[in-house]
């Protein structure tokens, strides 16, 4: 299947900074990237999709101002999570997919963020 | 309102028997799914796929039933290995949305 990888892989801040986290299709383009946070023992819960070039479709409940997701180019995406709080620590999780026609979504590796 | 369910959320299987893993799904308008393996502090793997058209579909040790009308899909291991432990999250794509289930931890006993 195709490659997506996630950096870094776990990351431990400060409350109130910023921490930003890269999503990249190694070996295809990604028209569409996809975020998600899973909570301990729960499921992935969508925060927002993102198609390269346009602004995200944030999910309902997730905020915008906080989580600002970027899709500048076809292998891509960044998710910064800005003056992080320690509600904000969780697993997050990019995928991505191709062009129309994709059915598959395949996933980074996750991240997980600690903020202390 | 989750638009895929998985009921079962562990399940504990004897080495060498089969595992199966249970999704229901809410619209008949979704026309993908998927199933998806998932680590611990790793991201999912897709794993296996059926089309609406399909009833079945096979690859290797995993076989995956679409009942349309029941509106429920199944995941078949077998035989289990003890490699298979994981989180099995079922997932239905339309468009451009992708709806996961809640997950069922898989534990196979050696």
């Known amino acids: 299947g195709a490659v997506v990888s996630q950096h870094p892989s776990w990351v431990i801040c400060k409350s109130g900074t910023s921490v930003k986290i890269e999503c990249r299709s190694l070996d295809f383009q990604a028209t569409t990237m996809f975020w998600y946070r899973q909570f301990p023992k729960q499921s992935l819960m969508l925060m927002a999709t993102?198609?390269?070039?346009?602004?995200?479709?944030?999910e309902q409940g997730v905020e915008k101002d906080k989580f600002l997701i970027n899709h500048a180019s076809l292998t891509l995406s960044t998710l910064t999570v800005t003056s992080a709080h320690p509600e904000d620590s969780s697993f997050y999780i990019c995928?991505?997919?191709?062009?129309?026609?994709?059915?598959?979504?395949?996933f980074g590796q996750g991240t997980r963020l600690t903020v202390v | 309102d989750q638009q895929v369910k998985q009921n079962s959320p562990s399940l504990s299987v004897q080495e060498g028997r089969i595992s199966i893993l249970n999704c229901d799904y809410t619209?008949?308008?979704?026309?993908?799914f998927l199933w998806y393996k998932k680590y611990p502090a790793e991201g999912p793997t897709f794993l296996i796929s059926?089309?609406?058209?399909?009833d079945k579909n096979e690859d290797g040790r995993f076989t995956v039933f679409l009942n349309k009308s029941a509106k429920h899909l199944s995941l078949h291991i077998v035989p289990s290995q003890p490699g298979d432990s994981a989180v099995y999250f079922c997932a239905t794509n339309t468009g451009n949305q992708f709806y996961f289930g809640t997950g069922t931890s898989l534990t196979v006993i050696p």
């Open positions: 059926i089309s609406s058209i399909k």
């Open positions: 993102s198609n390269e070039g346009s602004k995200a479709t944030y």
């Open positions: 619209n008949s308008m979704f026309d993908y």
């Open positions: 995928s991505a997919r191709g062009a129309f026609g994709w059915t598959e979504a395949f």
